[in-house]
């Protein structure tokens, strides 16, 4: 239990011989876990690391949660285990959680079971072989270890012992301490190992609490008043601060399970952290951060998690630095250029009106200017040239940040050729480039050369310029295109991208040791070195990585010994030049959004690479110094990918090795992905479910884990996953999926069907080509009129037969058979859908026989409400009908319709209306009216729309029933005054902005005859 009192948290101000730390500008990025990350706990008081990165945390109400990259498994806390203080992992799948009354065995992620402790628990400290247990009890100190599952009593020592008046703590080379304060003197004791006695080895002044331990001679400890260091040869020092009432300009004093101190100083919100790892004296701050923390977590990997007093653990990455408040205390906001002088300082132009100066975390704001500052920027000569907006024109600084204006002309880039002679000016509103002397430059009066139209340069608004090994100027801008300016010969070449000269167009350029331009934009990188070749876009080439490809703009390129740094809007990447001149591999890093936590995009052209090889670069809202040395030394280790397919209540993991089946209803779930790695952070991944035969897709690189696929077909699909890892490597997985057919969708069961069907329209197409024949032959007056006859006749035949082979197929046969075989187990519903269904048939087959295109409307609604009952029974449980009440329908008995007329638009609406419908309520209303010759017939159902279920799998796109009832009705419609009408109204519903619903509206005339002839 090293961290028992590694909370403890004491207040300080400075006295009056010590000077309060003084004001941090730079802060270490952070980011905060939270809910989304799986850190759902409530201020954590344990936290820790197993060899495989899993994570094991504990809060202060006991609950324990496993915790991978991007997920975390909560276990239940039912014996009430109380806040723990001590994991001690035993192997990948087993973990001990230890509190002051407990131990819980945690096996396979479940807790196993909880094993009681002794009473009065002082500390529970871990080693390698085991965990020993501090008790107080009668006067006495009581040593337990804990192994195998067991409490184990080691030795009882006559130590009078009381809480608040002494403690424990592990040493750096993991020696076990115990002080114990009696009568104004402190006793510190030295557990042995062996012999597991405690020895007293010093007296001490009366002690508060000591922090951290080196040895005897060497430890922090509190008194009364003061923090003290205990030296060699018994030499107390005292640390220049002294306890009192907490301000806001306040130090506080804690220990870790790091074995490390940790100051805090709190001012305006931010805070300033000091580990001592060697026990000397000292106030420098390796890392500076703007949370308030109670306690410090290393991971395995160089991040450092605290816990926070906003209830969540953060990830500081103390390699990095932001500055929020870099303009006279305020905001960093709309840095449009970053510049480094000739003395190492740092100087920022914001839109502001604002310049600031940095010097070792020291910032110089100058005085304020009537322009904003635009991109660009340029030192020469102990000058800093920078660009002021509207009639600010070119500003040249001095080292004491006094500013003269050279011209009134605005611009958006400046650059200094190699051989520093001369110096361009982009400038604004079609004037081209500007070319002057250096020489020139310095009698504040430039005499400029105009490259524009007139001399072959295009591009207006240049953003960025860069110089080739042949002295080539290269421009350009990212809508516009790029052009090459020739200085032998003051001429350039112009390739615009709207009349399609280019493919490409820069907002960033650089040119590395080899030679090579390097050119970003909105279209990607790419990239010039064959200087055999012309320079033009047409002799460039892009290079090809899903993270670069996929970014929305390239905004600023620099370079870092054998590495391009890329700005790609939403994060930094990293081009490995090495591994492309070698090997011409594209190997991309990347800054883990966990460590970059950017709330802004890249700004254009404000990246640079420092003398020190540190890379500063801004965003919209921020300014970021990044020591990339020290972050290209941290490990990257892979992350262990595991995958699970989620729906209906199953969870199911996937295996590269192995082909998943899934059952034929399971063709709606997510896809979930789930990393472990040391670092503990997250993944760029692209992913693809691809069926096979299809073309390979990939996504673009996101952070998402959970993908969503809804009414897949029965099929063969491989689910591709490519994670790209922190060391620049991709790492591809293939998942195989079977989604299995139902009943009806096997090819024999339709041979089956076909072959029934088949012979059904075969018996009826040769009994009425014989009935034609026949009557033909006995009627030979009216010839032509009865050939009229006979071709409609044996139209409405074939669509009648067709319709009802179609209606067998999908409407009855298909989903009821399908139903059927479903519940054979034990036939609740059975019985009743075959007694539906068979009621059915003999309708369609008597009305077929009697040689008629329209039955009773009695017969049609026994139909409907036939298909109701059968599909309330298949799909729609909690389906709610409104009627016609029988006496409405009693009226209406005898009226002639034609078949299917009802029965397949609410048959549309129940199979691809409601269906598909994911939350209830589902509502079919059907309503009659009278109206002079007419019945008029509403449908309405609330389903999603006839729109939306036309680009479901499940939707049937060549049905043949809706398109042959119409023809039906065309026919009947030429022998009769009163027509027919069917008319659908789509959306007739809506809700928060979401359309829905369907309403088809038939009128049908009371009288109308039509007779097969």
């Not at 070319?435 to 007139?454: A, Y």
């Not at 990246?607 to 020190?612: G, N, P, S, V």
Request: charged letters at 20%; hydrophobic letters at 35%; one cysteine or more.
């Amino acid at each position: 239990m090293k961290h028992f009192l590694s909370f403890i948290a004491i207040i300080f101000i400075c006295n009056a011989h010590a000077q309060a730390p003084p004001f941090p500008n730079g802060v270490a990025n952070t980011y905060t876990l939270t809910e989304k990350e799986g850190y759902n706990g409530f201020i954590y008081s344990c936290i820790a690391y197993g060899q495989d990165g899993t994570v094991y945390t504990s809060d202060y109400n006991g609950n324990i949660e496993i915790h991978g990259n991007n997920y975390s498994i909560k276990l239940e806390n039912k014996n009430n285990i109380g806040q723990t203080h001590l994991f001690k992992i035993i192997n990948s799948n087993e973990v001990w959680a230890f509190s002051l009354k407990s131990v819980t065995i945690i096996k396979y992620n479940k807790i196993e079971k909880v094993i009681p402790l002794p009473q009065n628990v002082i500390n529970i400290i871990e080693q390698k072989n085991c965990v020993y247990i501090f008790c107080a009890n009668n006067n006495k100190i009581e040593t337990y270890s804990f192994t195998n599952g067991k409490v184990n009593l080691l030795t009882i020592s006559d130590i009078s012992f009381t809480f608040g008046n002494g403690g424990m703590c592990e040493a750096t080379d993991h020696s076990i301490w115990l002080f114990n304060t009696s009568n104004g003197i402190s006793v510190l004791y030295k557990f042995n190992t062996t012999t597991y006695k405690l020895t007293p080895v010093k007296n001490l002044a009366n002690l508060y609490y000591i922090a951290a331990i080196k040895d005897e001679n060497n430890f922090y400890a509190l008194d009364k008043n003061s923090i003290s260091y205990w030296a060699k040869n018994n030499k107390q020092i005292k640390v220049p601060f002294k306890i009192g009432t907490s301000t806001d300009n306040s130090l506080n004093f804690y220990t870790g399970n790091t074995n490390n101190i940790l100051y805090k100083y709190k001012s305006s919100n931010y805070s300033t952290a000091i580990y001592d790892t060697s026990l000397n004296i000292t106030f420098s701050t390796p890392f500076i951060y703007d949370n308030d923390i109670t306690g410090n977590f290393k991971n395995q990997t160089g991040h450092i998690n605290l816990g926070v007093t906003s209830n969540k653990p953060i990830l500081i990455s103390n390699y990095i630095k932001k500055y929020q408040t870099l303009f006279d205390g305020n905001d960093a906001a709309n840095i449009f250029t970053l510049r480094e002088d000739g003395q190492g300082r740092i100087w920022a132009g914001s839109y502001k009106n604002k310049v600031a100066i940095i010097n070792k975390d020291k910032i110089t704001n100058l005085k304020a200017i009537d322009y904003k500052i635009s991109n660009g920027g340029s030192f020469l000569n102990n000058k800093m040239y920078l660009i002021g907006e509207g009639i600010g024109g070119l500003l040249q600084y001095d080292m004491q940040g006094n500013a003269k204006k050279l011209n009134t002309n605005t611009g958006f880039y400046t650059f200094v050729s190699k051989s520093k002679k001369d110096f361009y000016f982009s400038t604004t509103n079609q004037l081209g480039l500007w070319k002057t002397s250096t020489k020139s430059l310095e009698t504040l009066q430039p005499v400029w050369n105009k490259i524009d139209s007139t001399k072959g340069n295009s591009i207006n608004n240049i953003l960025t310029i860069t110089e080739d090994t042949l002295g080539r100027i290269w421009c350009g801008h990212p809508r516009n295109g790029i052009s090459v300016y020739y200085p032998t010969t003051d001429k350039a070449t112009s390739w615009n991208i709207d009349k399609k000269e280019t493919p490409f167009g820069e907002m960033a350029s650089i040119i590395d040791n080899k030679g090579t331009i390097w050119l970003g934009g909105r279209q990607g990188l790419w990239f010039y070195n064959d200087y055999s070749k012309a320079a033009s876009p047409q002799n460039c080439i892009k290079i090809n990585h899903p993270l670069i490809n996929t970014a929305k703009n390239l905004t600023a390129l620099s370079i870092y010994d054998k590495w391009l740094v890329i700005a790609a809007y939403d994060k930094i990447l990293l081009f490995d030049l090495k591994s492309f001149y070698q090997s011409k591999k594209i190997v991309i890093r990347y800054l883990n959004p966990y460590e970059s936590n950017f709330t802004s995009f890249t700004e254009q052209n404000t990246m640079l690479t420092a003398k020190d090889s540190t890379v500063w670069f801004s965003t919209g809202d921020m300014l970021y110094h990044w020591d990339i040395k020290k972050w290209l030394y941290l490990e990257t280790p892979k992350v262990n990918t595991s995958v699970v397919a989620i729906g209906n209540n199953i969870s199911d993991t996937l295996f590269e090795n192995k082909t998943q089946l899934f059952k034929p209803h399971f063709n709606s779930f997510d896809i979930v992905l789930h990393y472990v790695s040391k670092d503990n952070m997250l993944r760029y991944t692209s992913t693809a479910l691809i069926k096979d035969g299809d073309t390979i897709l990939m996504a673009e690189p996101s952070l998402i884990r959970n993908f969503l696929f809804k009414n897949l077909e029965s099929g063969h699909y491989t689910f591709y996953v490519d994670v790209f890892e922190m060391n620049g490597t991709t790492s591809h997985y293939q998942y195989k999926i079977v989604i299995k057919k139902f009943l009806w969708q096997q090819w024999w069961f339709w041979l089956s069907i076909a072959l029934v069907c088949i012979g059904i329209i075969t018996y009826f197409l040769n009994l009425k080509k014989k009935k034609q024949l026949a009557e033909q032959t006995a009627k030979t007056k009216d010839a032509e009129l009865e050939a009229v006859k006979a071709a409609q006749a044996k139209k409405i035949a074939n669509l009648q037969l067709v319709t009802l082979s179609s209606q067998f197929r999908p409407h009855f046969i298909l989903n009821a058979l399908n139903t059927i075989g479903a519940q054979m187990d034990d036939k609740p519903q059975a019985e009743s859908v075959l007694s539906r269904l068979g009621e059915s048939i003999n309708l369609i087959f008597s009305h077929v026989q009697q040689q008629k295109i329209m039955h009773p409307f009695a017969n049609e609604w026994q139909l409907v409400e036939n298909i109701i009952h059968i599909h309330r029974l298949m799909y729609l449980k909690k389906l709610q009908t409104k009627l016609p009440s029988n006496e409405v329908l009693n009226n209406y008995k005898n009226i002639k319709v034609p078949l299917g007329i009802l029965q397949i638009p609410i048959e549309n609406a129940l199979l691809h209306g409601l269906s598909n419908k994911e939350v209830g309520p589902w509502l079919l209303s059907i309503t009659i009216e009278e109206k002079s010759d007419f019945i008029v017939i509403n449908i309405t159902d609330n389903g999603i729309g006839r729109k939306k279920s036309a680009t479901l799998s499940n939707f049937t796109k060549h049905g043949t029933g809706t398109k042959n009832l119409n023809e039906i009705i065309d026919i009947i419609n030429t022998s009769n005054p009163n027509k027919i009408m069917v008319e659908y109204q789509d959306d007739v519903f809506t809700e928060n902005e979401i359309y829905y619903g369907t309403n088809v509206i038939i009128t049908i005339p009371k009288s109308i005859e039509y007779a097969i002839q």
